[in-house]
């Protein structure tokens, strides 16, 4: 009997020494992981039925916020913006991505965060909140856009002098005839066709002025409603002074009542960029085709292009930053990305499609926008 006591007591002993030893362990796992999302180089807040119970070092960096005042509040209770910020992402659907303003920093440049949610698996209850300063990502995407603008300008500079040059001196000749004597008659038609000829020079140099100025950029876009159908027109417009000598032609249908809800200046660029890439990419194949179809709330833009289509490895990587498809030289890759970028920004998207749908052939650039109107002031109120 005492040799069973003896054998149950050294069991017991021996099991609560491998429990001492489990927990242990368990403690500096546990201690582990805690170092571990404590110097994640993204910040990192979990929640627990909306209460902080993690506010990691970098997220103190991002915020100014320190770790003993967010533990153990509510996430109203933040201060600005994170309230709110912090609701976009718990709400967002899986998956989804979200940017937020931060204001500005001390030497006046904008802030921009992007923010994740998922849930934690044990527990159930936990959720987590991944943040990411993206300022300086966000500042050299401005730059390039910037640089890209400057660059479209300076393709165009021969086409330009020719447009400008050409009513320059149908004027001076005008002028001429006036000095050298005419009656009343030729004096009004004389001077309606100045008129005409100086509007001319004053759209080339404006569209030029809106292309190069780098007052919108795409962290800030000034959503108004655009008329589509004309930002189509005034990028052919641009685009006309490339004087390739290609005989490729656009042939724009886009209806001239719908109204998108974008920045005028962005959506020129976006503009430029996909006819340019679809005159490229046609050839001497035919006419680019835009159009658009239209539905209650958003607008789809649909650019195509009849030039060989684009295979499976192509469509997976042109979105990707200096992939190009153009021969050495011709292109940076980075127009598309810009594109998407853009339109991200103004609560848009774009797919390639390749063949065009139904035809065989072709590349079709499918940009969705939000539907506008003049009466609609975007808040949800008219």
């Known amino acids: 009997m005492n040799y069973l006591v003896a054998m149950l007591i050294f069991l017991v002993l021996l099991l609560s020494a491998a429990l001492i030893v489990a927990l242990?362990?368990?403690?500096?796992?546990?201690?582990?992981?805690?170092?571990?999302?404590?110097?994640?180089?993204?910040?990192?807040?979990?929640?627990?039925?909306?209460?902080?119970?993690?506010?990691?070092?970098?997220?103190?960096?991002?915020?100014?916020?320190?770790?003993?005042?967010?533990?153990?509040?509510?996430?109203?209770?933040?201060?600005?913006?994170?309230?709110?910020?912090?609701?976009?992402?718990?709400?967002?659907?899986?998956?989804?991505?979200?940017?937020?303003?931060?204001?500005?920093?001390?030497?006046?440049?904008?802030?921009?965060?992007?923010?994740?949610?998922?849930?934690?698996?044990?527990?159930?209850?936990?959720?987590?909140?991944?943040?990411?300063?993206?300022?300086?990502?966000?500042?050299?995407?401005?730059?390039?856009?910037?640089?890209?603008?400057?660059?479209?300008?300076?393709?165009?500079?021969?086409g330009v002098a020719h447009e400008i040059g050409n009513p320059v001196t149908g004027i001076a000749c005008i002028a001429q005839n006036l000095v050298d004597g005419a009656d009343a008659v030729e004096v009004e038609q004389g001077s309606a066709e100045i008129l005409k000829q100086t509007e001319r020079i004053n759209r080339t140099v404006a569209a030029l002025m809106q292309l190069s100025h780098p007052g919108s950029s795409s962290d800030n876009?000034?959503?108004?409603?655009?008329?589509?159908?004309?930002?189509?027109?005034?990028?052919?417009?641009?685009?006309?002074?490339?004087?390739?000598?290609?005989?490729?032609?656009?042939?724009?249908?886009?209806?001239?009542e719908v109204l998108v809800n974008a920045d005028a200046q962005l959506l020129l660029q976006v503009a430029l960029n996909l006819l340019d890439n679809a005159h490229s990419a046609a050839s001497e194949e035919g006419d680019v085709l835009v159009t658009s179809v239209a539905d209650d709330d958003t607008v789809r833009w649909l650019i195509d292009n009849p030039g060989p289509p684009m295979d499976s490895h192509q469509l997976s990587q042109v979105f990707e930053p200096f992939y190009t498809t153009k021969d050495v030289g011709e292109g940076t890759g980075l127009g598309l990305p810009l594109v998407r970028s853009m339109l991200e920004d103004m609560d848009g998207s774009i797919q390639l499609l390749s063949p065009i749908?139904?035809?065989?052939?072709?590349?079709?650039?499918?940009?969705?926008?939000?539907?506008?109107s003049y009466a609609t002031d975007f808040t949800g109120q008219t």
């Not at 072709?362 to 940009?367: H, S």
């Open 24 to 158: 242990s362990r368990v403690r500096r796992l546990r201690g582990t992981q805690r170092a571990t999302l404590e110097e994640l180089p993204t910040g990192l807040c979990i929640l627990e039925q909306q209460r902080v119970v993690q506010w990691n070092d970098h997220l103190v960096q991002i915020s100014g916020i320190t770790a003993e005042r967010a533990m153990g509040n509510e996430v109203a209770a933040l201060p600005a913006p994170w309230p709110a910020a912090f609701n976009d992402a718990l709400t967002a659907k899986p998956g989804d991505v979200i940017k937020r303003s931060l204001g500005e920093d001390p030497n006046g440049n904008p802030r921009w965060l992007i923010l994740h949610s998922g849930p934690v698996p044990n527990p159930a209850q936990r959720r987590f909140v991944l943040v990411e300063d993206i300022s300086d990502y966000q500042r050299l995407q401005d730059e390039l856009l910037h640089n890209e603008r400057l660059a479209s300008v300076g393709r165009l500079a021969a």
């Open 221 to 256: 876009p000034q959503c108004l409603p655009c008329n589509l159908a004309d930002c189509v027109d005034e990028a052919i417009h641009l685009l006309s002074l490339k004087l390739d000598g290609t005989a490729t032609r656009f042939d724009n249908r886009c209806d001239r």
């Open 357 to 372: 749908p139904g035809g065989g052939f072709g590349t079709r650039a499918q940009v969705t926008l939000r539907r506008a």
